[in-house]
């Protein structure tokens, strides 16, 4: 069991902080968010992650995890300290480090002469460097600082915590780096050691190559729409090549969040600072920015006009089994139906539990509620609530059953014979009206 501090209980630091504590070491989580703290005190974790609530719980049952504002309090008796606090786009797509070093500037004072400091935060090659250059310059000392950066997927964070692919470990020093390495040796996930740069290149690269898979279904999934071909089923095949693999290659309406628009940009902008052409990478970013337009066109092509239809969108969090709303393909598509005058409201599984309106449009509390009376279904987020939801019942409760699948949640096989117009992503349409 070691000492552990985690700065910042965001997605990445709350779990981090929570399954290490469950892996029998004692975590102290720092956030300067008062008001999460607080809430996280009292027991309500602020984010919604399958899994957590119950570890949280029995970890601080057993006093093994506890959470402060202070960074003296963290940081004074841990032997490594994880700093996850966010690194969030600029405009010109660089990384905004500043989240990055105020949190190393307020957890100095507290660093002892053999605390590793571990970078989770996703950051640009060579900040680790920098970091320990600010920390050395202030500690009057030379701190390990070590980069481990995390690949978990929000809606399955706990499970990508104790089951993931793979633990990146970048260090120049053998001892910090096995230090690190004890910290996780309850995990079964391979220990890939590198240098501190590689281990942010693995970041970025690997981020950047999920999205361009996507990207690269959803440019074919438009030629399936030309050719009259089936994408699930083209995905399929292609995945059955194990140099391919299956995993990323559902087309749809683009990926949002708060990771791949991102780190895209911070890859392409740090390209652009090094004069380094990267064709590939700037298209990622330009085919998904295109998807929700293409996918409302659709709408647009069966109706003329949308002016005072009522559209309900079902779904919108950026993907299912998450609350995070940031970067949602689900808020291009509402901003183009309502630009086109369409009459929204919304609804999702999570989101309508505790909000009755968002991006302004009403929210409803049930799917059956959004649906009724409506004139167009749009689905953005193929929560296992809708892809359940059997299409047959669509009929009964719209004025007429237009369904615009953006997450291609149904196959096309369940549309057949029913009185429904179903649209999805790179398949036949079928039109049973
Ligand atoms: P987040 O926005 O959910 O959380 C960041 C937290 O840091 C917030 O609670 C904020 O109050 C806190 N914070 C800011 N400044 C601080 C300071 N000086 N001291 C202490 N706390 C401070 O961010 P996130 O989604 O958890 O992402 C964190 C990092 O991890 C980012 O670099 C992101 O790219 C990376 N990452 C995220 C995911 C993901 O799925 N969200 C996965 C892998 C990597
Ligand atoms: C992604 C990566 O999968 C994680 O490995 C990484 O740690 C994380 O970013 C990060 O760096 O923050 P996350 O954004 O939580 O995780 O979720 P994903 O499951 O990757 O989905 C991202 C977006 O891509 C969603 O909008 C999803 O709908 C979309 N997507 C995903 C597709 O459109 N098609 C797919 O086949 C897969």
């Not at 559902?250 to 652009?272: E, H, M, N, V, W």
């Not at 700037?282 to 002016?307: M, W, Y």
């Amino acid at each position: 069991m070691n000492k552990l501090a985690v700065i910042g209980t965001g997605y990445v630091g709350l779990v981090t902080g929570i399954c290490l504590a469950s892996c029998g070491h004692h975590v102290t989580c720092m956030d300067v968010d008062e008001s999460k703290i607080d809430q996280i005190s009292r027991g309500d974790l602020p984010l919604f992650e399958p899994g957590l609530q119950e570890l949280h719980e029995t970890c601080t049952a057993a006093g093994s995890l506890s959470y402060t504002t202070s960074p003296e309090e963290a940081v004074q008796d841990a032997e490594a300290v994880f700093i996850a606090v966010g690194t969030p786009p600029r405009k010109d797509g660089s990384a905004d480090l500043s989240y990055l070093y105020a949190a190393v500037h307020d957890i100095a004072p507290f660093i002892q002469r053999n605390t590793v400091l571990i970078i989770k935060s996703t950051v640009p090659a060579g900040t680790h460097a920098d970091i320990k250059d600010q920390l050395d310059r202030t500690t009057g000392q030379s701190v390990q600082v070590v980069s481990n950066p995390e690949f978990l997927r929000e809606g399955s964070a706990v499970n990508d915590f104790f089951y993931g692919d793979r633990i990146v470990i970048g260090s120049t020093d053998s001892r910090a780096a096995a230090f690190v390495e004890h910290i996780y040796e309850s995990l079964p996930g391979p220990v890939l050691h590198t240098d501190p740069q590689t281990a942010e290149m693995i970041k970025y690269s690997s981020n950047a190559f999920l999205a361009a898979k996507i990207s690269f279904i959803n440019e074919m999934a438009s030629l399936c729409e030309a050719e009259g071909a089936d994408i699930t089923i083209v995905a399929a095949g292609m995945g059955m090549d194990k140099r391919i693999g299956e995993s990323f290659l559902r087309a749809g309406i683009g990926y949002g969040g708060s990771c791949f628009p991102k780190d895209t940009a911070a890859l392409l902008y740090s390209a652009q600072q090094k004069k380094l052409p990267v064709p590939l990478l700037s298209s990622i970013h330009e085919v998904n920015r295109k998807q929700p337009g293409a996918f409302i066109q659709k709408i647009l092509d069966r109706f003329g006009s949308i002016e005072g239809k009522k559209a309900a969108v079902l779904g919108l969090t950026f993907k299912p089994n998450t609350d995070d709303l940031r970067q949602s393909p689900s808020r291009d598509v509402i901003n183009l139906l309502t630009s086109e005058g369409a009459m929204v409201i919304g609804y999702d599984p999570l989101i309508s539990k505790s909000r009755k309106r968002i991006w302004q449009i009403p929210l409803a509390e049930t799917m059956e509620e959004a649906l009724t009376g409506a004139d167009l279904a749009v689905i953005c987020t193929e929560w296992k609530e809708i892809v359940d939801f059997p299409p047959d019942r669509y009929p009964s409760l719209m004025k007429e059953a237009n369904i615009f699948d953006g997450r291609n949640c149904y196959a096309i096989k369940q549309a057949l014979h029913l009185p429904i117009y179903y649209s999805s992503v790179g398949r036949p349409v079928y039109n049973g009206l």
